[in-house]
Nanobody, 121 residues
Framework: QVQLVESGGGLVQPGGSLRLSCAAS????????MTWARQAPGKQRELIAT???????NYADSVKGRFTISGDNAKNMVYLQMNSLKPEDTAVYYC???????????????WGQGTQVTVSS
């Protein structure tokens, strides 16, 4: 079983910065990818950034150029550096991990509980 715990959310002014962290724990053979997603009230979940085991990244157009996803494989951590924050970035941010528990085994998805980010003056 994998546990994901997000942290670092809070209140920030427009134009400000915030860094989110996601810690993965449990017996994991390999993390194939990690993703940050967000969901604002009344809106659908939006995938905003993905980091693969090969260190490739993908970003949603809404955050590209402002957000940066990074990871530390040794610590099973993934981060989301958010700069130039806008009020529309306000949402609950969730961490996702796609993992394998054994070689050639099936892939599984796990989600954290989320952390609130509020961008407001």
């Amino acid at each position: 079983q994998v546990q994901l715990v997000e942290s670092g959310g809070g209140l920030v002014q427009p134009g400000g910065s915030l860094r989110l962290s996601c810690a993965a724990s449990g017996r994991i053979f390999r993390i194939l990818s990690m993703t940050w997603a967000r969901q604002a009230p009344g809106k659908q979940r939006e995938l905003i950034a993905t980091l693969t085991s090969g260190a490739n990244t993908n970003y949603a157009d809404s955050v590209k150029g402002r957000f940066t996803i990074s990871g530390d494989n040794a610590k099973n951590m993934v981060y989301l550096q958010m700069n130039s924050l806008k009020p529309e970035d306000t949402a609950v941010y969730y961490c996702n991990a796609v993992v394998r528990f054994s070689d050639n085994g099936p892939q599984y998805n796990y989600w954290g509980q989320g952390t609130q980010v509020t961008v407001s003056s």
